[in-house]
């Protein structure tokens, strides 16, 4: 089950002062990210964006979910893809 979804609120984000609540969501390649706002400061602080187990992906964002954030968040995807990847075939290639 998700940590966070559209109506999250009270999040503690590691790295970050305070509690955050969701203001957006947007789904990038199958996975879920949410665009979540400081619960006392609101707009006067800038956001941060979680995956779906609160998990920090970017913050001091400025303008949402933009094209250049998006492009952000898929260049981190594949990055993690890679690494994830390259690690199973090290595992594998170890027990052979």
């Known amino acids: 089950m998700s940590k966070v979804n559209s ?3 009270g999040l503690i984000v590691e790295g970050h002062i305070g509690t955050w609540y969701t203001i957006d969501r947007r789904s990038i390649r199958g996975k879920s990210f949410y665009l ?3 619960e006392i400061y609101g ?3 800038l956001a941060i964006i979680v995956d779906s187990e609160g998990k920090l992906i970017l913050d001091e964002i400025s ?3 933009d094209h250049e954030i998006i492009e952000r968040i898929i260049e981190k995807i594949d990055k993690s893809y890679i690494a994830n990847e390259a690690d199973r075939r090290a595992e594998i290639w ?3």
């Open 63 to 65: 303008d949402g979910f």
């Open 36 to 38: 979540l706002e400081h």
């Open 94 to 96: 170890d027990f052979r």
């Open 7 to 9: 109506n999250t609120t």
């Open 43 to 45: 707009e006067d602080a």
